[in-house]
């Protein structure tokens, strides 16, 4: 007879575009997840066509099929913690919005809207609408410049300017708790990366490090926010957990600049084995 354990292992659910070159999206997640030792599910929300060199074809699926993916895992796992990336479309955010208003565990949302070569990766205008339905749903927000910069419909131009944006996006939602500001875009000269913690009515926490030169930086976007989102299921504490996640993805990135995986020599995967 099937005895039940008494507790279960967390799991991180991620619901993301899947990537066949395995860079970023839904494999680079799982591989994060793998590498730092939680065990990740995935939803995936458009199947992509994409490389080193772009993306060239993305395809949404149903809003429906999304959804009762999501649902499955829900239905059969300990869910502690949802890492969401690329949506595709207002119908599948509409959705996720509509589910994820029940749900009480942690929401980690990395407003993916472009890949790392530049493709927009939204077939829906309505961007404000779109991720606000997220938005407000999640608690801890990791976009890079261009991303903060969309979302705030302004210009951005420095730290200062930033970090403005993500307290009024925090004070709009009142289930937010964190806005994880990256700083590879707004200092793209500069020799240092400047990665900031805001939380609300408290001091921003901000990681420096030196900027690692690498031609492999796919998925960057996708890794961090599924670390952020593991190590948080191990931790628990914002502070610790964005500190933990700079680690990580330095020792990776750093590992991945002198590995050669893609023929174009260009904007390569990153390796996500510690």
Same mark, same amino acid.
């Given at each position: 007879?099937?005895?039940?354990?008494?507790?279960?292992?967390?799991?991180?659910?991620?619901?993301?575009?899947? &990537?066949? !070159?395995?860079? /970023?999206?839904?494999?680079?997640?799982?591989?994060?997840?793998? #590498?730092?030792?939680?065990?990740? #599910?995935? /939803? =995936?929300?458009?199947?992509?066509?994409?490389?080193? *060199? %772009?993306?060239?074809?993305? @395809?949404?699926?149903?809003?429906?099929?999304?959804?009762?993916? @999501?649902?499955?895992?829900?239905? &059969? +796992? +300990?869910?502690?913690?949802?890492?969401?990336?690329?949506?595709?479309?207002?119908?599948? /955010?509409?959705?996720? %919005? %509509?589910l994820l208003a029940?749900?009480?565990?942690?929401?980690?949302?990395?407003?993916?809207?472009?890949?790392?070569?530049?493709?927009? *990766?939204?077939?829906?205008?309505?961007?404000?609408? *779109?991720?606000?339905?997220?938005?407000?749903?999640?608690?801890?927000?990791?976009?890079?410049?261009?991303?903060?910069?969309?979302?705030? +419909?302004? $210009? =951005?131009?420095? #730290?200062?300017?930033?970090?403005?944006?993500?307290?009024? =996006?925090?004070?709009?939602?009142?289930?937010?708790?964190?806005?994880?500001v990256k700083g590879?875009?707004l200092e793209p &000269?500069?020799?240092?990366?400047?990665?900031?913690?805001?939380? $609300?009515?408290?001091?921003?926490?901000?990681?420096?490090? $030196?900027? =690692?030169?690498?031609?492999?930086? +796919?998925?960057?976007?996708?890794?961090?926010?599924?670390?952020?989102?593991?190590?948080?299921?191990?931790?628990?504490?914002?502070?610790?957990?964005? !500190? *933990?996640?700079? @680690?990580?993805?330095?020792?990776?990135?750093?590992?991945?600049?002198?590995? !050669?995986?893609?023929?174009?020599?260009?904007?390569?995967?990153? @390796?996500?084995?510690?």
């Amino acid at each position: 007879m099937y005895c039940p354990q008494p507790t279960l292992s967390p799991t991180v659910l991620t619901i993301a575009g899947s &990537d066949p !070159s395995g860079g /970023a999206g839904i494999q680079a997640d799982l591989k994060t997840m793998t #590498a730092i030792g939680v065990y990740g #599910a995935a /939803a =995936i929300t458009c199947i992509t066509v994409q490389n080193s *060199l %772009g993306v060239t074809e993305s @395809v949404p699926l149903e809003s429906g099929l999304v959804l009762r993916q @999501v649902q499955a895992v829900l239905a &059969d +796992h +300990h869910v502690t913690h949802i890492k969401i990336g690329m949506i595709g479309t207002m119908e599948i /955010a509409t959705a996720l %919005g %509509g589910l994820l208003a029940d749900y009480s565990g942690e929401v980690i949302y990395d407003p993916v809207l472009a890949s790392t070569t530049g493709q927009s *990766l939204l077939s829906c205008s309505r961007l404000a609408e *779109l991720s606000g339905q997220l938005i407000s749903k999640a608690t801890v927000l990791t976009p890079n410049g261009d991303e903060l910069a969309q979302l705030a +419909h302004q $210009k =951005i131009a420095t #730290a200062e300017e930033a970090l403005r944006c993500a307290r009024a =996006i925090l004070t709009r939602h009142e289930h937010l708790r964190a806005v994880i500001v990256k700083g590879g875009h707004l200092e793209p &000269d500069s020799t240092d990366i400047h990665d900031y913690l805001v939380m $609300k009515n408290e001091k921003v926490v901000v990681s420096k490090r $030196k900027r =690692i030169q690498s031609a492999n930086l +796919h998925g960057t976007g996708c890794t961090y926010a599924s670390a952020f989102a593991a190590f948080h299921c191990r931790e628990r504490d914002y502070r610790k957990v964005f !500190s *933990l996640t700079a @680690v990580y993805m330095d020792s990776i990135i750093n590992r991945s600049s002198s590995i !050669s995986l893609v023929k174009s020599r260009a904007n390569g995967p990153l @390796v996500h084995a510690l």
